[in-house]
């Protein structure tokens, strides 16, 4: 269930981020309105994807820590942590049964 829900919510990120064709077509036409020099387009379009970059990171990191609060607040288990505790108790039944 997690994993959908923070899926869900990347794919809208996804969705939101913007191209590389569509920054250089920006920057480009910085250039031609000289708002920017020609010989900076190359820095400025990786300065922005770095930018775009970090906050996207920054956002999932967000998510993902609203998501697992939410689960805990409303004691949803994590799969992770259920299909730890099940192994455990199979463990504790060979136990049980060998004796």
């Given at each position: 269930m997690l994993d959908i829900i923070k899926?869900?919510?990347y794919l809208g990120l996804g969705a939101a981020t913007v191209t590389k064709e569509k920054i250089e077509s920006l920057v480009d036409e910085l250039?031609?309105?000289?708002?920017?020099?020609?010989?900076?387009?190359?820095?400025?379009?990786q300065d922005i994807l770095d930018k775009i970059e970090k906050e996207e990171k920054e956002i999932k990191i967000k998510i993902d820590d609203t998501v697992t609060e939410t689960m805990n607040k409303i004691g949803i288990v994590a799969k992770s942590d259920y299909d730890t505790l099940l192994k455990r108790v199979e463990e504790l039944e060979k136990g049980t049964t060998n004796k």
């Open positions: 899926k869900s919510i250039v031609e309105k000289g708002q920017l020099a020609k010989d900076d387009k190359p820095k400025a379009v």
